[in-house]
Each structure stands twice: as C-alpha cells, then as structure tokens.
Nanobody
C-alpha cells in the first residue's frame, strides 16, 4: 500500500514562503495537494503526474503556489509564496491506485485513494 508523508509545514508571517514536501513509499501516477481550514471543506490545490504534467485546481493560489516533482527521491513539493492568513490550514498530499488515472483527475476527494497525515501551515504575525 502506498504511504505518503508530508513535511515542511510551520508558522510563517504574511508575505512569507514555505516549501512542503510529500514523499511516496512506492511509484505513483499522480500526486495532488489539498488543504483544509477549520470549518471548511477540503480544497484541492494542484496535481502533478509522474511525467511532470500539472493541473491546477484552485484559482485562489494560482501564481503563488507551484507544484513540482523530484523523481530521484520519489517526492512532490509545493512551493508556497506570498502567503496570506487565509492560507492557514492543514495541508495534505494524496494519490491514487497507480493504474486508476494516468492524468490528473478532478479535485474531488473520492478520486484519491491514499492520503498523508497532513502538515499544519499557519500564516500569522
């Protein structure tokens, strides 16, 4: 079974940057980043395939967040710049059964089979 481990969260001031990482225990076809703020639905942010094709789900982070992959260590990163207090949330990475999708699916939670434990990002003074 695929295991996903997130890292890189923390406390940052508004306007600052963080880089999240998601390390996969097995080969993957797609990995996506989601986030969930208190009292809100889980929101899909961006997805990348093992070939490097990117699908951006959320307009709210377009131009500020960038997804990338490092095939040497089987990891996917989320570079987050110009962070705002509204970006405060638990950030999760997610993936699918390897033969389920060859391209990034829609951002619905039910499309994803495996989830990491989440990493907290807090944007505050």
């Amino acid at each position: 079974q695929l295991l996903l481990v997130e890292s890189g969260g923390g406390l940052v001031q508004p306007g600052g940057s963080l880089r999240l990482s998601c390390t996969a225990s097995l080969p993957y076809s797609v990995i996506a980043w989601f986030r969930q703020a208190p009292g809100k639905e889980r929101e899909g942010l961006s997805c990348i395939t093992n070939r490097g094709d990117v699908t951006n789900y959320a307009d709210s982070v377009r131009g500020r967040f960038t997804i990338s992959r490092d095939s040497r260590v089987n990891a996917v990163h989320l570079q987050m710049n110009v962070l705002e207090p509204e970006d405060t949330a638990i950030y999760y990475c997610a993936s699918t059964d390897i033969m389920k999708f060859l391209a990034c699916p829609g951002p619905q939670r039910e499309n994803y089979d495996y989830w990491g434990q989440g990493t907290q990002v807090t944007v505050s003074t």
